[in-house]
């Protein structure tokens, strides 16, 4: 497999994701299916504390038993992360074209990776190594946990609505491109973090007015 990948994010919302195992590894992926609204399943004769409160609160469907292949019927994604190698395998060759998988301890195998991740609303940074280190992702995502705080929420928020304005009520796209330039400046910026709403609308106008006189 080529260590460059295709990076992109799957819409799976109400698809049908299995996960193999019921241990810490696969409490962690099950989180970040959730997060994105899978319908997950897990297969594993034991469950993990998070797991088994999910599973008692059908918060995920759990199927108590050891694998077998036709457990993956109707999955989408399926992440393999027992603690036995052969298990892992075994859920590797049961995949059927179309299914994507992740082994969690064979990224050779594996047809997608998960990378670390921080999210701020409909802001979303992911970090991959491709598998070169989990524990560098882990790393810089905190750094950028940091350095993207909760404000990163409210000004994407804000910047989505504006462009919707922008676009709905701007035709000129040299007035588009120096309006949006403008809403990424720190004024902008530190307005959101005063969750400021309406001197947001008012500089908002502003800007608009001074591009549209550029037109
Ligand atoms: C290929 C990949 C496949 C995949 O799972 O998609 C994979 C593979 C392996 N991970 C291993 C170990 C660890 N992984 C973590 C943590 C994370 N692992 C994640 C992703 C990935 N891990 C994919 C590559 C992503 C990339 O490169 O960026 C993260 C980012 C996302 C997530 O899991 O949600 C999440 C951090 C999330 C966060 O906290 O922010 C920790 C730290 C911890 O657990 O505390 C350790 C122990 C320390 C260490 O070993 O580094 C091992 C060896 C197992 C063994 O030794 O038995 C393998 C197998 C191998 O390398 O062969
Ligand atoms: N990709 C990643 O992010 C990481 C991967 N790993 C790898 O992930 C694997 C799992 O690690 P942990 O979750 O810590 O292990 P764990 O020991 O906590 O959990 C293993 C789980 O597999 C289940 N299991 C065992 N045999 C099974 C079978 N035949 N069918 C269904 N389920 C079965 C057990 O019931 C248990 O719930 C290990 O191979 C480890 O090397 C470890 C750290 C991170």
């Given at each position: 497999?080529?260590?460059?990948?295709?990076?992109?994010?799957?819409?799976?919302?109400?698809?049908n994701?299995?996960?193999?195992?019921?241990?810490?590894?696969?409490?962690?992926?099950?989180?970040?299916?959730?997060d994105?609204?899978?319908?997950?399943?897990?297969?594993?004769?034991?469950?993990?504390?998070?797991?088994a409160?999910?599973?008692?609160?059908?918060?995920?469907?759990?199927?108590?038993?050891?694998?077998?292949?036709?457990?993956?019927?109707?999955?989408?994604?399926?992440?393999?992360?027992?603690?036995?190698?052969?298990?892992?395998?075994?859920?590797?060759?049961?995949v059927?074209p179309?299914?994507?998988?992740?082994?969690?301890?064979?990224?050779?195998?594996?047809?997608?990776?998960?990378?670390?991740?921080?999210?701020?609303?409909?802001?979303l940074?992911?970090?991959?190594?491709?598998g070169?280190?989990?524990?560098?992702?882990?790393?810089?995502?905190?750094?950028?946990?940091?350095?993207?705080?909760?404000?990163?929420?409210?000004?994407?928020?804000?910047?989505?609505?504006?462009?919707?304005?922008?676009?709905?009520?701007?035709?000129?796209?040299?007035?588009?491109?120096?309006?949006?330039?403008?809403l990424?400046?720190?004024?902008?910026w530190?307005?959101?973090?005063?969750?400021?709403?309406?001197?947001?609308?008012?500089?908002?106008?502003?800007?608009?007015?001074?591009?549209?006189?550029?037109?």
């Open positions: 497999m080529t260590e460059r990948s295709y990076p992109a994010l799957l819409r799976i919302e109400g698809t994701c299995t996960v193999v195992g019921g241990g810490h590894v696969a409490f962690r992926k099950v989180n970040s299916l959730l994105a609204g899978a319908r997950v399943t897990v297969i594993s004769p034991v469950l993990a504390n998070g797991l409160e999910y599973a008692s609160n059908n918060i995920i469907i759990w199927k108590e038993k050891r694998f077998e292949a036709d457990d993956l019927a109707g999955a989408v994604l399926v992440i393999a992360a027992t603690d036995q190698p052969d298990v892992n395998v075994a859920v590797w060759e049961a059927r179309g299914q994507w998988i992740t082994v969690a301890d064979r990224p050779d195998l594996s047809t997608f990776i998960v990378p670390a991740q921080v999210r701020r609303g409909r802001l940074l992911t970090i991959s190594t491709e070169a280190s989990p524990g560098l992702s882990r790393r810089i995502a905190r750094e950028l946990a940091v350095q993207y705080d909760d404000t990163y929420d409210i000004y994407t928020e804000w910047l989505a609505d504006s462009r919707k304005i922008v676009l709905k009520q701007i035709d000129n796209p040299v007035a588009r491109r120096i309006i949006f330039a403008g990424l400046t720190d004024e902008f530190l307005i959101a973090c005063n969750n400021d709403r309406s001197a947001w609308d008012a500089e908002l106008t502003k800007l608009m007015c001074k591009a549209e006189r550029i037109e």
